[in-house]
């Protein structure tokens, strides 16, 4: 039986977790996949519990589950705690001890939300860019770290650093994306400043040329990416980068669709994966039942494809979604006027409708 840990977490979290589970329910019917669940508390009110926002409890289950799902971690409330038990904390610890090193987040415009996004209809229409971020490596993990005394003052330091294998296998994901896309890789660099990226150039360069000469391979300067996303974001396919330029541009890329309560993501290490929505934990409308669901239920929708081998089923799941937008149904994030505002679980209760037809 494939078993999912549930690590809701904080503010919106559960809720939208929640209707993810109703939706997987649904699916099982279905399909019978036979999943079962455990709990996993993570964040800031794991933190509240057991004053830790990763419990070795959590981390165990984690371990021990074919996937993971998680809500979203993260409030206010836990702002002023020191760094070292902040509720992000359980994101970066899930992330390095299942080796979650490739993050997939793609950007497509569900075409009924077109004028949510901040920019013009032609530029914005029809995109479908995924970002490929190397999730256990880079400045966020590099040594040495941290803050120190220094000359009467203080210095803070953080490394960049990437090896060999590091970059062959979070390119190797990006190309092995590509061929089943559009076959186009674009890698964002900054290697006519930084030598660890001007290795991470000649890596992936390498690894195109022995193994994946079919494929489209260009490379790009973060700054001149950051750009072009906003000038003209359907030239891109597959984009991948560090873990610190894939933070930055994968937010970018959700803004191009206009509502990032909408957007998926995976981090995977071959097919354990933890899967989430990529916006936050909302603590401003938390416990209002106003929360979109939907990342998160296309979050599981990837889960089927990446890490139990049925990507039919996850299809379903996002033809599901795409049938109730083009029914007018928003919630309270994607709303505009003339469409049909719906609740959290409203939201869910739609979704498991379509599936049902
Ligand atoms: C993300 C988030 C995290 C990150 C934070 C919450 C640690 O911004 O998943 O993109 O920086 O990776
Ligand atoms: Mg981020």
């Not at 092995?176 to 660099?189: F, I, N």
């Not at 996002?318 to 049938?323: G, N, Q, Y």
């Not at 083009?326 to 006027?337: L, M, N, P, Q, T």
Request: with cysteine.
């Amino acid at each position: 039986m494939p078993l999912i840990a549930l690590c809701a977490g904080d503010g919106i979290g559960p809720e939208v977790t929640a209707e993810t589970v109703k939706v997987l329910w649904a699916i099982d019917k279905k399909h019978g996949f036979g999943f079962e669940f455990v709990d996993a508390p993570v964040g800031g009110s794991a933190y509240d519990l057991f004053g830790t926002p990763l419990p070795a409890d959590s981390l165990e289950k984690a371990k021990k589950a074919d996937a993971v799902f998680l809500g979203a971690v993260g409030g206010t409330k836990w702002e002023s705690l020191d760094y070292s038990v902040r509720p992000e904390r359980a994101l970066l610890g899930l992330r390095s001890e299942l080796d979650l090193f490739a993050n997939l987040r793609p950007a497509r415009l569900f075409a009924p939300l077109i004028d949510a996004s901040s920019l013009k209809r032609e530029v914005v229409e029809g995109i479908d860019i995924l970002v490929v971020r190397e999730l256990t490596g880079g400045i966020y993990f590099g040594k040495p770290r941290g803050v120190e005394e220094y000359e009467g003052g203080k210095r803070g330091v953080n490394s960049l650093v990437y090896t060999t294998p590091e970059i062959e296998r979070i390119a190797r994901v990006a190309f092995e994306s590509a061929r089943k896309r559009t076959g186009k890789v674009c890698s964002v660099d900054k290697a006519n400043v930084l030598e660890c990226t001007e290795l991470w150039r000649e890596v992936v360069t390498a690894l195109h040329d022995a193994e994946y000469p079919d494929i489209d391979l260009s490379h790009m300067y973060v700054d001149n990416a950051c750009m072009q996303l906003i000038r003209n974001p359907k030239q891109f396919d597959v984009i991948v980068t560090t873990n610190l330029f894939g933070d930055i541009l994968s937010d970018a890329a959700a803004m191009l669709t206009g509502s990032i309560g909408m957007l998926p993501s995976a981090s995977l290490s071959g097919t354990k994966g933890m899967y989430e929505p990529v916006h936050g934990s909302a603590p401003d409308i938390a416990g209002q039942g106003i929360a979109n669901p939907l990342a998160s239920i296309l979050s599981a929708a990837m889960m089927l494809t990446y890490s139990f081998d049925a990507p039919s089923a996850g299809a379903e799941i996002e033809k599901a979604v795409a049938a109730v937008l083009e029914k007018g149904y928003r919630s309270a994030d994607i709303y505009s006027e003339g469409c049909k505002r719906v609740s959290t679980a409203e939201m869910g209760e739609l979704v498991i409708e379509e599936l049902g037809k």
